[in-house]
């Protein structure tokens, strides 16, 4: 199994900054995708950024140019600096890991999630 803890979220006004970590422990023996998504209230979980092992990223055109995911390899952890934040980006922000255990391949695994509410 594997674990995903988040931590960063607050209360921040718009234009302000945060940075989220998420750092996945367990029985892994390789990480291929980590990412983040939100789900903002009455809506559909939405991805915001992805980023492969190799340092690949994809990001959501919402976010581009504001937010950044970066990852440490050898510390499993993933991390989103978002600046200029907006009302909009209110949400809770879930971690997301596609992962290999010495028992499973290739699994999907979510952190608990995190609430980011920005403030006009």
């Known amino acids: 199994q594997v674990q995903l803890v988040e931590s960063g979220g607050g209360l921040v006004q718009a234009g302000g900054s945060l940075r989220l970590s998420c750092a996945a422990s367990g029985s892994i023996f390789s990480i291929n995708v980590m990412g983040w998504y939100r789900q903002a209230p009455g809506k559909q979980r939405e991805l915001v950024a992805t980023i492969t092992s190799g340092g690949s990223t994809n990001y959501a055109d919402s976010v581009k140019g504001r937010f950044t995911i970066s990852r440490d390899n050898a510390k499993n952890t993933v991390y989103l600096q978002m600046n200029s934040l907006k009302p909009e980006d209110t949400a809770v922000y879930y971690c997301?890991?596609?992962?290999?255990?010495?028992?499973?391949?290739?699994?999907?695994?979510w952190g608990k999630g995190t609430l980011i509410t920005v403030s006009s």
């Open positions: 997301n890991a596609e992962a290999t255990t010495l028992v499973d391949y290739g699994m999907d695994y």
